[in-house]
């Protein structure tokens, strides 16, 4: 199929694979043309990332959410290069904190990376470490998705809010962050256009209470917690 969509379509910018099996699949299949990549909930072969910056050389996008045996070694990969713009890894529970920190590093050109219920815990305060990185070196990051990631504290957050400059929506729903320190980070956080939570974060108090502090800063409710939400440890 993918030798007939390479032939037929030899431009081809975009392609979405849903509940596939990709186990044997060969990325010089795919036109070199590629732009926008998705892998939804599908099956991989360890190591298949490993000639896609060879074979894709146009490949900016690239969407893995919830795609079994996608982990750190995969980024490693990836990370070989800096031509991805956007990075979505969303329900991908082998990546840890060692793979955020790879990718804090090296993937300097993201303006999106998403990373919702991943395998990140902190150990041996690495989560820190990975989150200075951030700060540091993602200077061309607009949107950051951490919802469900249960080491960011406030203290964290502040940090790669103040580091980020050009930040611009950010998703810390279900992380262990209440109304309180939220409001606390207001000269942080009203740079913001979006800022989304959880309902459990907001203390009873209204989303517009919330935006009424943080000026500029839209608030959303997500419409489903995270499987790692705080207020389930």
């Not at 909930?41 to 969407?63: H, R, V, W, Y």
């Not at 990969?77 to 920190?101: A, P, S």
């Not at 009424?212 to 917690?225: A, D, P």
Request: hydrophobic fraction near 35%; proline fraction near 3%.
């Amino acid at each position: 199929m993918l030798n007939d969509l390479k032939d037929r379509c030899p431009n081809l910018q975009e392609i979405h694979l849903k509940n596939c099996n990709t186990v044997n699949l060969n990325p010089r299949l795919f036109p070199s043309t590629l732009v926008k990549l998705t892998f939804e909930n599908c099956a991989i072969q360890p190591g298949l990332m490993k000639k896609f910056t060879e074979d894709l050389p146009e490949l900016s996008s690239l969407d893995v959410s919830r795609t079994v045996r996608f982990d750190d070694a995969e980024l490693s990969y990836m990370c070989g290069t800096d031509q991805l713009k956007v990075l979505i890894v969303n329900g991908c529970y082998r990546v840890t904190v060692e793979g955020l920190t790879k990718i804090a590093q090296q993937m300097t050109r993201l303006e999106r990376l998403e990373m919702e219920d991943t395998g990140i815990v902190n150990i041996n305060q690495n989560f820190e470490l990975a989150a200075h990185h951030m700060a540091r070196h993602m200077i061309s990051l607009k949107h950051l998705n951490l919802k469900g990631c249960i080491p960011l504290t406030s203290t964290n957050l502040q940090n790669l809010v103040f580091g980020l400059k050009k930040l611009q929506t950010l998703n810390v729903a279900c992380c262990p962050l209440k109304y309180s320190s939220l409001v606390e980070m207001e000269p942080y956080l009203r740079k913001l256009k979006l800022l989304e939570l959880c309902t459990h974060q907001m203390e009873g108090y209204s989303t517009e209470k919330l935006e009424s502090i943080l000026m500029e800063c839209s608030v959303r409710l997500v419409e489903k917690c995270a499987s790692k939400c705080f207020h389930q440890h």
